[in-house]
């Protein structure tokens, strides 16, 4: 599990329309959402600078021959100044951190699984929603020549053009995530696994939260300075609300007579199969992408049958969301990963 940390702001500093930056964040944790900014919206106003001038000379001196070149090229800056851009931390118990962004030790972290994330959105090889990868920091700015555009790895592009800080930031240690959307974006409520509150969060702010996040599952963590010293680690802290009913971000009805099911099968093998396949249904049903079921086939893979059902989901870049799955020992549904 890759873990990564949002730190989020505490009470009493409010937005341009004077509304509580607090609340907003915890409802959009309620909501099942990210905010993407796009790299001008980042607090550093050196993000996305770059040298390019050894490759606009290269573009002159072959005018000739490389105009195809400079207008892709073109095209790939005027883009990756518009993806959707997400911040995170690999740490949750950095001083500065809970300083600048947490509102001097008030506010709180998020901790995402990054995997959980991954899996979620990047369902579609064709149409890949999320790009994971380390900031790097440097002490002069990065320069971009041929090289950095003539391969098909776009992480290291992304990385060069908008995955570049200054030294000064290293202490950061961040991770960022480039989504093809901006604004308001919905995620699998299951890639957020805890809450760290801030040493100096009051306790009624750490009930709103788990009020507000209550059937989740959460774990929650409070930080507490270790005696004589600088260092900060995580307290645990029992969810106040660990009884109340499990939270269900969607629940698609399916009809398994009505579910079209393909792969060559005869009746009886129909019917044999059917009680797997609704097993696998039961497992996929609160999948929050998804806004029904239309298809279930089933392949083989070296004999083995291979359980396929296919959703519509509510993404228009991924329209169409594959599951698969296997039948384990004891007839136990095991979804391939």
């Known amino acids: ?9 505490g009470r009493g500093i409010l937005d341009k329309d004077g509304k509580s930056i607090f609340e907003r964040d915890v409802m959009t944790l309620v909501n099942n959402q990210l905010y993407l900014p796009t790299k001008d919206g980042l607090n550093d106003p050196t993000e996305g600078v770059y040298r390019d001038d050894a490759l606009r000379m290269f ?13 892709q090229y073109n ?19 950095n001083e500065l951190l809970w300083a600048y962004y947490a509102s001097g030790h008030t506010g709180f972290a998020i901790e995402y699984d990054i995997d959980i994330l991954e899996q979620s959105l990047n369902y579609n ?11 790097e920091y440097w002490n002069d700015v990065p320069q971009i020549d041929i090289s950095t555009i003539r ?4 992480v290291e592009m992304l990385k060069r053009f908008i995955g570049a800080k200054s030294s000064s930031w290293a202490h950061e240690k961040e991770v960022r995530l480039i989504f093809e959307n901006t604004g308001l974006f919905e995620i699998d409520y299951k890639a957020v696994t805890a809450i760290y509150f801030g040493c100096r969060m009051p306790d009624s702010d750490i009930d709103y939260i788990m009020k507000k996040l209550k059937g989740r599952g959460l774990k929650y963590f409070k930080m507490v300075n270790v ?11 029992e969810d106040k609300y660990s009884d109340a009913p499990k939270y269900v971000a969607n629940c698609v009805s399916y009809d398994i007579d009505n579910l079209p099911l393909c792969g ?5 093998e129909i019917v044999a199969y059917k009680s797997y396949f609704i097993n696998a249904l039961e497992m996929i049903k609160d999948d929050p992408d998804i806004t029904e079921f239309y298809l279930a086939t089933i392949n083989y893979n070296q004999h083995e049958p ?11 870049l991924a329209p169409v969301k594959p599951f698969e799955f296997r039948v384990g020992d004891n007839n136990k549904v095991l979804r391939i990963k």
């Open 1 to 9: 599990m890759t873990k990564a940390y949002k730190y989020r702001g």
């Open 59 to 71: 573009f002159n001196v072959f005018s000739k021959y490389s105009h195809n070149v400079e207008e």
């Open 75 to 93: 095209k790939f800056t005027e883009r990756f100044g518009k993806v959707g851009v997400y911040s995170l931390s690999k740490t949750f118990d």
């Open 125 to 135: 090889a064709y149409a890949q929603q999320l790009y994971k990868f380390d900031v």
């Open 151 to 154: 391969g098909n790895e776009i």
């Open 227 to 237: 005696n004589n010293s600088y260092r900060f680690e995580a307290k645990e802290v």
């Open 264 to 268: 060559g099968l005869n009746e009886e």
């Open 306 to 316: 291979i359980l396929r059902i296919f959703g519509n989901t509510k993404n228009p």
